[in-house]
C-alpha cells in the first residue's frame, strides 16, 4: 500500500459532510475498521487526529465563505455546527490570528491589492518554479480562493491547448545533506478540476545528477475531478544523494491545487515507493519477438 486507502476514505467522508454532524463512532461502519485503527493510522498518516482535522477544514471553508458571502458571522458559525458566534469566533482566533469578522474587512482589501497587481500575469511564487516539456501552455499562480488550510493554495493548470503529450511541473529543489541516510516521507493535499492525469513527485539525485531514487505516482495517478485528498510519498535519501526535488505533475489538460506539503523522517518499516527499485522490475524480460 503505497498510502493509506483509510486515511483517503476518511478525508473524502469528511470533505463531503463538513456542513453536517459527523460522529467518530459513525466511523467504523462508513469506513469499515475500528475506532481505534482509524485514529491511529489517520494520525500517523497526517500528523492530525481526525477532530484536529475537522476543525481545521471546518474553519479554512469557513474563512472561504467570510470571503466570497455576505453570510453573518451567526450563520457561519452555526453551519459549521459551533454552538455559538462565540465559539466560532474563538476557534476562529486561534488559527487564523484574528477574529472572524477583522479577518474578512483585512483579507477583502489584501484582496483587493492583489487583484490590482495581477495585471502582470507572470505571478512569481516565493520558492516555486514552473517546468516541463511545454511550460508556455501552463501557469502556476496562488489561489486565495481554493485552499486546504491557512489561506492560500499552489495551483497549476493548462492554458492553452494541450493534449496528453504535453506536461508541466509546480516544483523546487534543495540540498540533500538533513537528510542523507534517511528514509522520508513528502505529503500534501491536493484537489483536481477536469485532470487528465497528475500526482505528486520526489526525486533524489547524486553529485553526478544522476536519478537515484523517484515516484511520481504513476501507478497510482490522480484523474478528472477530486476533492481535497490526503498522498504521500517514501524515497530512502542514500549517503551519496546531493539534491531533492519535488513537486507537482500535471499531464495534459486541467487544473490542480496543492496544499499542506509536508516532509518527514519515517522508518524502515514504512514501504518505500520508488519507482527505480528493481523490486518494480518484472523477473524475466517479455514479448521479445514483438508477437503479443
Known sequence: MY?????????????????????LDSFPSVIGYSKYHLLRIFKQETGKSIGEYIRERRLATAAI?????????????????????????????EIYSL??????KLMQAVRMMEEEKEMNDSQEIKGWSLSGSNPELYEVTVDSNVFHTGTKSGMLYSK???NAQHFATMMQGFQAHDYKG????????????????????????????????????????IKGTSDWNHYSIVLDVPEDSSSIYFGVLLIGQGKVWA??????????????????????????????????
Request: glycine content about 4%.
Open 3 to 23: 498510502y493509506s486507502e483509510v486515511t483517503q476514505r476518511i478525508i473524502a467522508f469528511i470533505e463531503s459532510n463538513l456542513t453536517e454532524e459527523i460522529q
Open 99 to 104: 477574529p472572524p469578522g477583522k479577518y474578512r
Open 160 to 162: 492553452g491547448e494541450v
Open 182 to 221: 534517511k528514509r522520508i516521507k513528502l505529503s500534501c493535499f491536493l484537489k483536481t478540476e477536469n485532470v487528465f492525469k497528475c500526482g505528486a513527485w520526489l526525486r533524489i539525485d547524486n553529485g553526478m545528477g544522476d536519478t537515484i531514487q523517484f515516484d511520481n505516482m504513476d501507478n497510482r495517478s
Open 259 to 292: 496544499d499542506g506539503f509536508r516532509f518527514e523522517e519515517v522508518t524502515k518499516k514504512v514501504p518505500t515507493t520508488n519507482m527505480l527499485d528493481i523490486e518494480h522490475l518484472p523477473e524475466h524480460p517479455s514479448n521479445l519477438d514483438f508477437s503479443e
Open 65 to 93: 465563505l467570510l470571503l466570497q458571502s455576505n453570510e453573518s458571522l451567526l450563520t457561519i458559525a452555526f453551519l459549521f455546527h459551533f454552538q455559538s458566534q462565540e465559539a466560532f469566533t474563538r476557534a476562529f482566533k
